[in-house]
């Protein structure tokens, strides 16, 4: 890779998060724990120097990925030649079409495996459900702290609707630390893959677009407690509900477990 670079005088980019992963043992380690096989589409979100690529091309049957930074072209190229399994498609991956882009490929399992670009961990995620990609598995290198906010527990200062989403879709944890020290050039945070597998539906929501609703509405105003954020709400019901778990409407969103948003976003239903 730094032959490569050199030879094609590549400059990193700070503004595009580059910093490209250098240590062989970590890339072989995230596409082995990802266990891909191949019927698996592997979506990549930021190709680098291609790295990670190569890895996953051994083992996936495709991978579409993405690039924001045109001037890696020619050494994406070169790194990719021999490779048949592979698609890059040089656009920014927040404004892409993803459900278009995988509509000609046929596959079994679709994961995304990634090493991301840090500022914008959190918008890729979000565009991840938000497209609803039916992802079965999501692999990424994520900033230590941003890691530690997907799997954050009830009541702790990480806890926000985002870990409330990704815990109602998936199971999380960690499964690599990674030193600064492994990518050139160093960043100034540690890291940690992490692993978000789909589950089979553990919560019985009646009506998801309104549960998905109620968990933004209640976050929406950090310091603010729920009769606050949620003054649109039928607050008689949430109350009520409240109440069985000795909480009232003074209680902050992040004292709720995903459960409870479950069960008043179901009562509320009903009274629609
Ligand atoms: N996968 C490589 C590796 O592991 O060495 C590179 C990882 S680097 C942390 C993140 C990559 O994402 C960079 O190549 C950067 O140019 C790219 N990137 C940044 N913003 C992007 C965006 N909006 N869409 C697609 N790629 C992006």
Redesign the pocket.
């Known amino acids: ?1 730094g032959n490569l670079l050199e030879k094609y005088d590549f400059k990193f ?1 700070k503004k ?7 240590d062989k043992n970590i ?1 072989q380690n995230i596409v082995q724990k990802s266990e891909i096989d191949n019927d698996t589409l592997v979506i ?10 190569k890895f996953l091309c051994k083992s996936a049957k495709n991978v579409l990925a ?4 045109e001037t ?1 072209k020619p050494i994406i190229k070169e790194e990719l030649k021999d490779k048949d399994n592979v698609e890059v498609l040089f ?6 079409n993803v459900k278009k882009d995988i509509e000609k490929y046929s596959y079994s399992k679709l994961y995304v495996v ?7 961990t959190t918008p ?1 995620i979000e565009k991840i459900i938000n497209d609803n990609l039916d992802v079965d598995k999501i692999v990424v ?1 994520v900033q230590k702290e941003v890691g530690d906010r997907f799997s954050a527990k009830v009541g702790s200062k990480e806890y926000n609707s985002l870990t409330v989403f990704l815990n109602y879709y998936f199971d999380i944890k960690k499964i690599i630390n990674v030193s600064r020290n492994s ?1 050139v050039p160093a960043p100034n945070v540690d890291s940690v893959v992490v692993e978000m597998k789909k589950t089979k539906n553990k919560y019985n929501v009646i009506n998801e677009e309104l549960f998905f609703k109620l968990v933004r509405d209640s976050f929406k105003y950090k310091r603010k407690n729920l009769k606050n954020n949620l003054k649109e709400y039928n607050l008689e019901i949430i109350k009520e509900v409240l109440s069985k778990y000795n909480l009232d409407l003074n209680v902050r969103a992040e004292s709720l477990e995903i459960e409870q948003f479950v069960e008043i976003s179901n009562k509320l239903n009903e009274v629609m």
């Open positions: 890779m980019k595009f998060g580059q910093n490209f992963l250098k890339l990549e979100i930021g190709v680098g120097a291609a790295a990670l690529t993405y690039e924001i930074d890696l656009i920014d991956f927040l404004k892409s990634a090493n991301l670009p840090y500022y914008i890729i290198m990518f």
